[in-house]
């Protein structure tokens, strides 16, 4: 495997393929994501457009199996950034990670751990104080949830993370089957550095 580390307008080198992967992972539940290239590659922009935007990714035999993102809160998006401006937050202090993909045969490797790593040390080196993420709330019995299925909370808290109730956003998307984005709730998870 190989591992790559990029920053700020470095990231748009490998935006397809980190556009693709996000389709992929994104499409299981929880996120049920209908994700589009076009849609993947403009969002992008906001991580590549940022100074100290960050991404880590582990490749396989020239393949993005993995990646992780992370960028200073006061560049990512006003829906992301809202929860902690009504709440009075220094969106200076604060770091946010992006999404941390990985394809199911890679699993279980360690590199989750590698990834919240990878980011906290760019986050501590760059002096933020906060890091956080924030993950979709489906509810308990939504109809496509897996029987199988285990969220990452055990694994969130294990790492030092809380989730903040107060700390709420809404974000849109296009589900599976569905013709329509509708707006789904993410919880946001926060750890003092």
Not at 111 to 122: A, C, I, K, M, V
Request: proline share 5%; charged share 30%.
């Amino acid at each position: 495997m190989e591992f790559i580390k990029k920053v700020g307008k470095e990231i748009e080198s490998i935006f397809e393929d980190l556009a693709k992967l996000r389709i992929e992972v994104f499409h299981d539940y929880p996120y049920l994501y209908e994700g589009t290239l076009d849609y993947e590659l403009e969002y992008l922009k906001t991580y590549a457009n940022s100074e100290k935007g960050f991404l880590f990714a582990v490749y396989d035999q020239g393949k993005m199996v993995g990646a992780t993102t992370g960028i200073p809160l006061k560049d990512e998006t006003e829906e992301v950034q809202t929860p902690f401006i009504e709440q009075n937050f220094p969106l200076d202090k604060i770091f946010y990670f992006g999404e941390s993909i990985l394809l199911k045969p890679y699993r279980g490797m360690g590199l989750g751990h590698r990834f919240f790593d990878e980011r906290e040390t760019f986050a501590k080196d760059n002096g933020f104080q906060i890091t956080t993420f924030c993950s979709v709330d489906r509810g308990e019995n939504h109809p496509l949830k897996p029987i199988d299925y285990r969220p990452n909370d055990i694994f969130w808290t294990k790492r030092g993370y809380s989730q903040q109730p107060d700390l709420v956003c809404e974000m849109s998307w296009l589900d599976i089957g569905e013709t329509e984005s509708t707006q789904k709730p993410l919880r946001f998870w926060l750890k003092n550095l």
